[in-house]
């Protein structure tokens, strides 16, 4: 059985930054990349960031250059450092696996919430 868990939101204000993070438990065979997702209040599930197996990383344009994602793969766990945060950036991020066609798995944990605001 495979388990995301996020963690590491909170409340920060604008051009603050906060460090996720997504422990991964079991075992995805082959899997293509880590996302991780945001999903805005009112809005459908974005990909914002994913790294793929082989290390190559990809971030939405909303995003580039504020973001950053990487893994540990000792432990299972892929980070999302955000800094220059601005309140359109706020919602639920949730990380999951990546099919090579861009389609998520179905392996939804319950997501940390980042709200920023002054």
């Known amino acids: 059985q495979v388990q995301f868990v996020e963690s590491g939101g909170g409340l920060v204000q604008p051009g603050g930054s906060l460090r996720l993070s997504c422990a991964r438990s079991?075992?995805?065979?082959?899997?293509?990349?880590i996302g991780w997702y945001r999903q805005a209040p009112g809005k459908p599930r974005e990909l914002v960031a994913k790294?793929?197996?082989?290390?190559?990383?990809n971030y939405a344009d909303s995003v580039k250059g504020r973001f950053t994602i990487s893994r540990d793969m000792a432990s299972n766990t892929v980070y999302l450092q955000m800094n220059s945060l601005k309140p359109e950036d706020t919602g639920v991020y949730f990380c999951?696996?990546?099919?090579?066609?861009?389609?998520?798995?179905?392996?939804w944990g319950q997501g940390t919430q980042v709200t920023v605001s002054s």
């Open positions: 999951n696996g990546v099919q090579s066609s861009g389609e998520s798995y179905n392996y």
């Open positions: 079991g075992s995805i065979f082959s899997i293509y990349a």
């Open positions: 790294i793929t197996r082989g290390g190559i990383v």
